[in-house]
């Protein structure tokens, strides 16, 4: 594994990289992880490949200035990344939130991809307070991330939500998880912040099913308890040739020792 840098314009992105070979994979992580989380999944690599595992703003080593992040700053990482490996295209990966920005770079970066692997992806249409609260308006949001600085008033009125049955109960966990400290602050805002940018994946839907030549397979617990299989029923019914593998006693970490060898034979390519 070697750490490098990226500079953007708006930070500097740490990545990791696990192999050398020439095939070049691209992996964004999930929301509150880092790059290092697909470390284990390097042994399950098709030969002769090179695993890029990107750290997020406001994840892991990635030094970040701005309080958002958008597409144009991950493909400005891409392209230098394409430019050091002296590549073209190269296969997506993205797990949860990562998969989820996979999604949302479909409409620039899907001509220059080999493949697109989705695991467990966020942002896909579903209801509850999950929605409103990922759909609110840019300037709402950014009204209520000045808040963030009450932390422990916005923990209170939440148990206060949560008691009158008004929040559910893993919204409420999620919620004390990551407003502990000024740096999950921190996270938790800018990438409440940044996916106002691509709040709709229709499009990236459209994008995909109109490059049939793609290669798309998503994978998922079944028992999934962030994002519910209606959600996961909605992508596989607008990207025809999607592949979608589904895991029986499987929840939504399936970067977990016990789930990983479960799905890691299917990346690998014949």
Same mark, same amino acid.
């Given at each position: 594994?070697?750490?490098?840098?990226?500079?953007?314009?708006?930070g500097?992105?740490?990545?990791?990289?696990?192999?050398?070979?020439?095939?070049?994979?691209?992996?964004?992580?999930?929301?509150?992880?880092?790059?290092?989380?697909?470390?284990?999944?390097?042994?399950?690599?098709?030969?002769?490949?090179?695993?890029i595992?990107?750290?997020?703003?406001?994840?892991?080593?990635?030094?970040?200035?701005?309080?958002?992040?958008?597409?144009?700053?991950?493909?400005?990482?891409?392209?230098?990344?394409?430019?050091?490996?002296?590549?073209?295209?190269?296969?997506?990966?993205?797990?949860?939130?990562?998969?989820?920005?996979?999604?949302?770079?479909?409409?620039?970066?899907?001509?220059?991809?080999?493949?697109?692997?989705?695991?467990?992806?966020?942002?896909?249409?579903?209801?509850?307070?999950?929605?409103?609260?990922?759909?609110?308006?840019?300037?709402?949001?950014?009204?209520?991330?000045?808040?963030? $600085?009450? #932390?422990?008033?916005? !923990?209170?009125? &939440?148990?206060? +939500?949560?008691? *009158?049955?008004?929040?559910?109960g893993? %919204?409420?966990?999620?919620?004390?998880?990551?407003?502990?400290?000024?740096?999950?602050?921190?996270?938790?805002?800018?990438?409440?912040?940044?996916?106002?940018?691509?709040?709709?994946?229709?499009?990236?839907?459209?994008?995909?099913?109109?490059?049939?030549?793609?290669?798309?397979?998503?994978?998922?617990?079944?028992?999934?308890?962030?994002?519910?299989?209606?959600?996961?029923?909605?992508?596989?019914?607008?990207?025809?040739?999607?592949?979608?593998?589904?895991? $029986?006693? #499987?929840?939504?970490? !399936?970067?977990? &020792?016990?789930? +990983?060898?479960? *799905?890691?034979?299917?990346?690998?390519? %014949?």
């Amino acid at each position: 594994m070697q750490k490098n840098i990226l500079q953007l314009s708006g930070g500097q992105l740490q990545y990791l990289q696990y192999g050398t070979g020439s095939r070049l994979w691209i992996a964004f992580h999930g929301f509150a992880r880092e790059g290092s989380s697909f470390a284990s999944l390097a042994q399950f690599l098709p030969k002769n490949t090179c695993l890029i595992a990107l750290d997020l703003p406001w994840h892991g080593g990635t030094e970040w200035r701005e309080t958002n992040f958008t597409v144009a700053d991950i493909v400005q990482a891409i392209d230098q990344l394409l430019r050091l490996r002296q590549q073209t295209h190269y296969t997506a990966l993205g797990f949860s939130f990562g998969a989820r920005l996979c999604l949302a770079l479909a409409s620039v970066e899907a001509r220059r991809w080999e493949r697109l692997i989705l695991l467990a992806p966020d942002g896909l249409p579903r209801g509850g307070w999950y929605q409103f609260v990922d759909q609110v308006p840019l300037g709402f949001k950014k009204q209520v991330v000045k808040l963030f $600085a009450q #932390a422990q008033v916005l !923990l209170r009125l &939440a148990s206060t +939500l949560y008691n *009158w049955k008004l929040l559910d109960g893993l %919204s409420y966990r999620f919620l004390r998880l990551h407003l502990q400290s000024e740096s999950s602050c921190k996270r938790l805002a800018g990438i409440w912040i940044s996916a106002a940018a691509f709040p709709s994946l229709r499009k990236s839907f459209k994008q995909i099913a109109a490059t049939p030549h793609l290669p798309v397979q998503l994978v998922t617990g079944n028992e999934d308890s962030v994002i519910p299989q209606t959600a996961f029923a909605h992508l596989a019914q607008h990207i025809p040739q999607l592949q979608w593998t589904k895991l $029986a006693h #499987a929840d939504h970490d !399936l970067l977990s &020792a016990a789930v +990983l060898p479960r *799905w890691g034979n299917i990346i690998q390519e %014949s």
